[in-house]
C-alpha cells in the first residue's frame, strides 16, 4: 500500500526532500516504518526523531494504512 | 492561528472584550537579538499545528476558569524585534487567565509543530 511522507526542518535538510510517496506492507505498524526510514535514510539517525500520523501524535504500535499522511520532524521549537 | 502576516495586538484585545471579562492577560513572544543572530526562519506544519492549538485551547479551558483565547503564531522569516507569537487569555479574574497564559506557551513549545531556525549574519 502507498503512504504519503513529509520531512521538517532538519530532517528535510538531511533527507533533502520535502514530500515523498513511499509503498510499504500492508498493517505495517509505525515503529517498523520508522525502521524502514531509518534503513532508507541512514543519515536520520542523527536526529532525534519524532513521526506523526494523519497530524496526530500516534503511539508505535498504530497500524497505518493506505493513503496515511506521515510526518517525520526533530523535536518541536516553537513559541 | 497560523499566519505569515504580522498582528495587532489591540485589535485582537478589542476582539476578546465580552461584558463578563474582568482580566485579559497577554503574552508577546519576540525574536531576541542572541549573539550574532540576524533573525529567525519559522517552519510549520500547517495542519497538524492548527489541530494542536484547537487541542491545547480546549485543554486550557477544561483547567482553567477561562472565557476566551487567541493565539497567532507567525511562520516565515522574522527579524531581530519582530512579533513571532502572541497569546491572550480572557477570564473573570486574573489569577486563572495568568495560569491558563503560562500553561499554553508552555504547552505550545512543547506539542505544537513548529520549528525555529537561527539566521546568522
Redesign the interface.
Known amino acids: 500500500m502507498k503512504v504519503e511522507v513529509?520531512f521538517?526542518?532538519?530532517c528535510r535538510e538531511v533527507v533533502g526532500e520535502k514530500v515523498k510517496e513511499l509503498e510499504v506492507e500492508e498493517g505495517m505498524k509505525l515503529q517498523d516504518f520508522i525502521d524502514l526510514l531509518l534503513t532508507r535514510y541512514p543519515e536520520l539517525r542523527k536526529v532525534r526523531l519524532i513521526v506523526?500520523r494523519n497530524?496526530?501524535?500516534a503511539p508505535l504500535d498504530e497500524e497505518l494504512k493506505e493513503d496515511d499522511e506521515l510526518?517525520v520532524?526533530?523535536p518541536?521549537?516553537?513559541? | 492561528m497560523i499566519t505569515n502576516e504580522d498582528f495587532s495586538i489591540d485589535e485582537l484585545v478589542r476582539g476578546m472584550k465580552k461584558p463578563e471579562i474582568g482580566a485579559i492577560v497577554t503574552f508577546l513572544?519576540v525574536v531576541r537579538a542572541d549573539a550574532g543572530l540576524k533573525g529567525l526562519n519559522?517552519?510549520?506544519?500547517e495542519?497538524?499545528?492548527e489541530?494542536e492549538l484547537r487541542r491545547l485551547e480546549r485543554a486550557a479551558r477544561e483547567q482553567f476558569e477561562i472565557e476566551a483565547v487567541e493565539i497567532v503564531?507567525r511562520a516565515g522569516s522574522l527579524k531581530v524585534g519582530e512579533n513571532?507569537?502572541v497569546i491572550l487569555v480572557g477570564a473573570k479574574h486574573r489569577k486563572e487567565a495568568f495560569q491558563a497564559c503560562e500553561y499554553l506557551?508552555d504547552e505550545?513549545?512543547?506539542?505544537?509543530?513548529?520549528?525555529?531556525?537561527e539566521l546568522e549574519e
Not at chain 1, 518541536?76 to 513559541?79: A, E, K, L, R, T
Open positions: 513529509r521538517f526542518a532538519r506523526s497530524h496526530n501524535y510526518a520532524f526533530p518541536v521549537s516553537g513559541g | 513572544g519559522v517552519e510549520i506544519y495542519e497538524m499545528a489541530q503564531h513571532i507569537v506557551i505550545l513549545k512543547k506539542r505544537v509543530p513548529i520549528w525555529k531556525k
